[in-house]
């Protein structure tokens, strides 16, 4: 089982910076811990979880959002098996709850559902 870890949220005002860490643990079927990408996800009240980045352990090849690209970067750390999300110039619209994901697949993954696990979420929040 694998264990995903968020922290970093919080309550801050636009044009702020946050920098959101994931730290990932555990074991796959018996094997040293296994997990090829890691991604976060956000969702706002109302809307549905969407895509923000992600990033592959192998080359440290990344994705982001174009909705977010400028402003949101993508990390990883393999030794402390951490990957972490800078948001910069937040904006209100930013407000959503913050979910790092693990998968097993290699390549940068964007969909959701090819994820296979899950953290329980760091909540940002961003004033006007």
């Known amino acids: 089982q694998v264990q995903l870890v968020e922290s970093g949220g919080g309550l801050v005002q636009s044009g702020e910076s946050l920098r959101l860490s994931c730290a990932a643990s555990g074991r796959t079927s018996g094997r040293t811990f296994s997990i090829y990408g890691m991604g976060w996800f956000r969702q706002a009240p109302g809307k549905e979880r969407e895509f923000v980045a992600a990033?592959?352990?192998?080359?440290?090849?990344?994705k982001t959002a174009d909705s977010v690209k400028g402003r949101f970067t993508i990390s990883g750390d393999n030794a402390k098996n951490t990957v972490y999300l800078q948001i910069d110039n937040l904006k209100p619209e930013d407000t959503a709850v913050y979910y790092c994901?693990?998968?097993?697949?290699?390549?940068?993954?964007?969909?959701?559902?090819?994820?296979?696990?899950w953290g329980q979420g760091t909540q940002v929040t961003v004033s006007s």
């Open positions: 994901a693990a998968t097993r697949l290699a390549g940068v993954v964007t969909n959701s559902r090819l994820y296979a696990y």
């Open positions: 990033i592959t352990w192998s080359g440290g090849d990344t």
